[in-house]
């Protein structure tokens, strides 16, 4: 133990660096809490953002290893995907798909390791620096073999059990990456945008009429293949200015016309329209068959014309429509990087936005056009790139869901869910999804083991790496894989196992999120796939956590977690989020070297996890400040224990005092709350808990038992004051371990532990064994009730606390705890007594007063005189013993008065102060007395002395003498009669009182 000369140093770690070795053998075979972390994207580094979750992951394993469970301590590291390629692509120049083949896509795929492997090193020293227990050498990542054949068992049972199926149909595309969007990427992938959107005019063959099409994506009419109308809707033919023929509108959309109508001349059914055949919008050769209006209802009236124009091979509703209508084959007019294909002579080589301006001029030179116009509206982006997104027709893979659907739901109800509503959104989730398209058109990913016989449509799923090689033409070229990565993997032919002919792999790459989502079982030992608990960010319902969820039922019909906990987003103080790129990222590293790692996971784990936390200098200086309320209460107990050296931990307690009592009483509660907190996962609750307690130990055990510390020697009351604020502390220390791991481990050496043995091998505390016959924690609050109605009647008097009073008075029925308590109240109150009292006429006198509703009634315009009359009596007291006796009152001017045209009411007499809440009344006695003025003087002096021992930097031990110089007659007076209590107060050895003139001046040295 040593002694504190300043505050503690945040920014540096006192954890020893073998501690993880240490705390995996102390608890080696014990029951294990099977952790799975959600892997953190190697592509860039930690970021603030990133702090929340790893500070609370680690907080839960350091936690699980305090009760005595084994914790892996693996960490993971997501690795492949498209969001890797983005960035390698930036870092080489290269712009698309082409590029990335004219570079070469086998040093594209080892630029991307590179990056991934430079980005889990650089991310592991990161998580170092915050404090982040890790067994790093054994870290998971999922671009290995054993993460990628662990997937492609995975397809393999959902080939076996048909779900696997090759589709058709319109997908999210995005122009930039090449690539489609699944539905669970898509989720939240919307901003808002303007774009061109245009009203086009359909010529009706044989008609002198036009029926008016609106689309935000004029691109597609090169596409269009039908106009879809609504059956049910009115729609009005209209005569208008610009056209001699006539437009058909929706009636309750007209309003699109402008003022470029000029009068309804029929309304019609929809029904009436379905058939009618009409031109082709654009010129092109690809549009040269019949176009007819076709019923849908699923046409609104909310936007556009009330006449949608169908592209299916450029929509999922149009694409949906088409193949019930058997309109196929679709047109398919875009390729992969968004742009016209050749054929499509005037908009060939134009992409999807280049195109806008040429297709209104041929519109308009088709007499086609009516007018474009800008329309703002959420739009889908990609979330890697932020590219718009497009909607193009594919090829693909999916795995269907419907069959899966209720053994998920099912699977999903036996989770506990913290916060609960995240079961909720997860129960939603699963209800509305769609298949899992898990096909993409990239390089840098998950091979997909699909290979289709073109020769006889057998579609051969490979399971492992050991089938690749049986089935191979060329084995030796499975050997020769330096990994399961394009472009190496292409080479490799298998025989299918129905027709036995060459069968080559798709080229296609999968989804990322079947990467993370198979690591319950690449990760863990086989049958060990169930983690006690998985924390991300709550969006994770329908990515990781729904990935997760999906391939354990399909393997094994469980859930792959038994607790999901979620966290909400980081903000800044003005709400604004941060990232991990661009101007709104910050480091963690820089964090950390800011505010020390200490106060930032303090921060993290003090935030509700159901709400955004909004994080800047106030929330970190805030946890700095309670840490050290801390800090301020263990430098307290150090500063005496350094003196006295009390063997607490070989001590005995006995004859504790009821204030006593009750900190073991607190402090058993406190140890049994904050371990369901944790065990429930709600961290934020312990850090609320160990608030609640610091407040108490600081501000009422340690400021109410001073004086017991202060005292020479080494009895039994000043060790059981020892005694129970080092066991309090003690217990705080371990409970904040998972949480600020180097401040409790700093505490722990210096005072709290036994021997050199870290923190992180102490084991979680359990209530200290001492038996009271009753709970004192209900009285401990009542007086501190009385105490802080006694404080505030000074304050609101003006009454300094030095002043000693000489009585207070309380009214209560909780008369058995103001006897116990009675010695503290009156030291915090600074009163020479207590007395208890059963009514309020000793420190009261009763008045009465005009009860005006009644007395009005009675007495009319006269209400008012009776008032003055009463105020200005001198016979109250006589009229107040009427009134408690229920006779008539005499009021000079008026009748007898009867007595409810009155009330009772009560002032403070002279030299009381009164306050009340509910039933407890605190009154203080202010008259001061002479020698009550001079005790309260010798007080302040006896603060002034001490401040100077603080000024001088004395030690609490050093004997002084002291010189006090005054001009004030009562100041002189106060220090001669009280030198004595002085003296020992300030452990002056001599002290010399002169009359002098001008202020009082006090000089101290050593003795």
């Keep these: 133990m040593k002694k504190e000369t300043s505050v503690f140093d945040f920014n540096h770690n006192y954890e020893p660096t073998d501690i993880l070795a240490r705390v995996k053998e102390k608890n080696r075979g014990k029951p294990k809490f099977n952790f799975l972390d959600g892997p953190v994207t190697a592509n860039a580094p930690l970021c603030l953002h990133h702090g929340w979750g790893r500070a609370l992951k680690d907080a839960y394993n350091r936690y699980n290893s305090l009760i005595g469970k084994e914790v892996d301590y693996v960490w993971g590291f997501d690795a492949q995907g498209m969001w890797v390629e ?27 390791i590179e990056r991934v492997n430079y980005f889990k090193n650089h991310q592991t020293e990161q998580s170092k620096i915050f404090e982040q227990l890790g067994d790093w050498e054994h870290s998971y990542i999922t671009n290995s073999d054993k993460n990628i054949t662990s997937i492609w068992h995975f397809l393999k049972i959902c080939n076996d059990k048909k779900m696997l199926k090759q589709s058709y149909k319109t997908m999210p595309w995005c122009p930039r990456c090449g690539t489609s969007l699944s539905e669970h990427e898509m989720s939240g992938s919307y901003k808002e945008r303007t774009h061109k959107a245009v009203f086009v005019k359909a010529k009706l063959v044989g008609r002198d009429e036009r029926i008016l099409v609106w689309t935000t994506t004029p691109w597609t009419l090169a596409a269009n293949m039908a106009i879809a ?6 729609y009005c033919k209209c005569q208008v200015k610009s056209d001699k023929n006539l437009l058909i509108v929706c009636e309750k959309q007209i309003k699109v016309l402008r003022d470029d109508l000029v009068k309804v001349v029929e309304k019609i059914k929809g029904t009436d329209l379905v058939g009618l055949i009409y031109e082709p919008f654009l010129p092109l050769k690809k549009q040269q068959f019949e176009h007819k209006l076709v019923a849908w209802n699923q046409v609104d009236e909310v936007d556009g014309s009330g006449a949608v124009h169908i592209a299916p091979g450029c929509g999922a509703e149009d694409f949906a429509l088409g193949t019930k209508l058997h309109m196929q084959p679709f047109i398919i007019p875009v390729g992969e990087n968004g742009v016209f294909y050749d054929d499509f002579e005037w908009l060939a080589g134009l992409s999807t936005v280049d195109c806008e301006p040429v297709v209104f001029q041929q519109l308009l030179e088709n007499k086609t056009l009516y007018y474009h116009h800008d329309y703002t509206h959420n739009y889908p982006f990609c979330w890697r790139c932020k590219t718009d997104v497009i909607f193009r027709l594919v090829a693909g893979y999916d795995i269907a869901t419907d069959g899966i659907r209720k053994d998920l739901l099912k699977a999903a109800d036996a989770v506990h869910w913290t916060p609960d509503f995240m079961g909720k959104s997860m129960r939603q989730w699963l209800t509305d999804m769609g298949d899992w398209n898990i096909s993409r058109r990239r390089f840098y990913g998950l091979p997909l083991p699909f290979y289709p016989c073109e020769k006889c449509g057998h579609l051969n799923v490979i399971d492992s790496k050991e089938e690749l090689r049986a089935r191979a033409i060329d084995p030796s070229k499975v050997d020769a894989l330096p990994h399961l990565h394009r472009p190496y993997i292409d080479e490799v032919q298998i025989t299918c196992e129905k027709c036995h002919a060459p069968v080559s792999r798709v080229t296609d790459v999968g ?11 690449s990760t863990k030992p086989k049958g060990q796939f169930k983690a006690d608990m998985v924390l991300e960010m709550k969006e994770q319902i329908r990515l990781w956590f729904y990935a997760q969820l999906f391939m354990s039922v399909v393997l094994t019909g469980e859930a792959p977690y038994k607790n999901v906990v979620g966290h909400s987003t980081i903000v800044d103080e003005d709400g604004k989020k941060f990232s991990k790129t661009g101007p709104r990222k910050i480091y963690i590293e820089d964090m950390v070297k800011q505010y020390g790692a200490d106060v930032l996971r303090y921060a993290f784990a003090s935030a509700n996890p159901t709400l955004d936390m909004r994080f800047g200098d106030s929330i970190a200086e805030d946890a700095k400040r309670r840490l050290l309320a801390i800090w301020n209460a263990y430098v307290f107990y150090t500063t005496y224990a350094l003196v006295d050296h009390p063997d607490v931990n070989n001590y005995q307690p006995d004859n504790l005092l009821p204030i006593d009592l009750w900190l073991v009483q607190l402090t058993n509660k406190y140890i049994q709350a904050t371990r369901e907190a944790y065990d429930s996962f709600k961290i934020h609750q312990v850090v609320k808990l160990t608030d609640d307690f610091i407040e108490d130990i600081s501000n009422f055990y340690i400021r109410v038992n001073r004086r017991r510390y ?21 217990s705080v220390v371990i409970v904040l371990t998972p949480i600020v791991p180097s401040y409790a481990q700093y505490l722990w050496e210096n005072c709290f532990g036994e021997g050199e043995t870290p923190v992180m091998l102490a084991n979680y505390p359990t209530p200290l064994k001492i038996k009271s016959k009753t709970s004192l924690l209900e009285s401990v609050n009542f007086v501190k009730q009385v105490i802080s109605l006694g404080l505030s009647l000074r304050a609101e008097n003006q009454i300094a606390i030095k002043q000693p009073l000489a009585k207070v008075y309380v009214k209560t029925n909780q008369i058995e705890t103001i006897k116990m308590f009675a010695s503290i109240i009156q030291e915090q109150l600074n009163v020479k007594q207590i007395e208890l009292v059963t009514d309020d006429e000793k420190f009261n006198v009763a008045y009465l007063t005009v009860n005006f509703k009644k007395a ?5 315009n006269r209400v008012q005189e009776l008032k003055n009359a009463l105020q200005n009596t001198k016979q109250m007291a006589e009229i107040v013993a009427a009134f408690d006796a229920s006779e008539k009152i005499n009021i000079p001017g008026f009748d007898l008065l009867t007595p409810e045209l009155f009330e009772r009411k009560l002032a403070p007499r002279s030299g009381f102060v009164i306050t009340s809440v509910d039933d407890l009344t605190v009154v203080l006695d202010t008259t001061i007395t002479d020698d009550l003025m001079l005790e309260g003087i010798a007080r302040e002096l006896i603060r002034s002395i001490q401040l100077e021992r603080m000024n001088q930097k004395m030690d609490i031990t050093d004997r002084i003498i002291v010189d006090l110089k005054t001009a004030d007659a009562k100041t002189y007076t106060a220090a001669n009669a009280h030198k004595p209590r002085i003296m020992r107060e300030v452990l002056a050895t001599e002290m010399h009182i002169t009359e002098g003139k001008g202020e009082n001046e006090i000089h101290i040295r050593l003795a």
């Design 229 to 234: 109308i609504n059956p049910e809707f009115t």
């Design 710 to 730: 202060w005292k020479n020697g080494e009895d039994q009351d000043k060790m059981n004051a020892y005694w129970c604020l080092f066991n309090a502390l003690r």
């Design 856 to 860: 009005g009634a009675i007495l009319k």
């Design 511 to 521: 989804d990322c999120w079947l990467d993370a989502g198979i690591a319950p079982f």
């Design 86 to 112: 983005v960035e390698v692509e930036k870092l080489l120049g290269l712009n698309n798909k082409k590029e990335i083949t004219q570079y070469g896509v086998d040093k594209f795929t080892e630029k991307c």
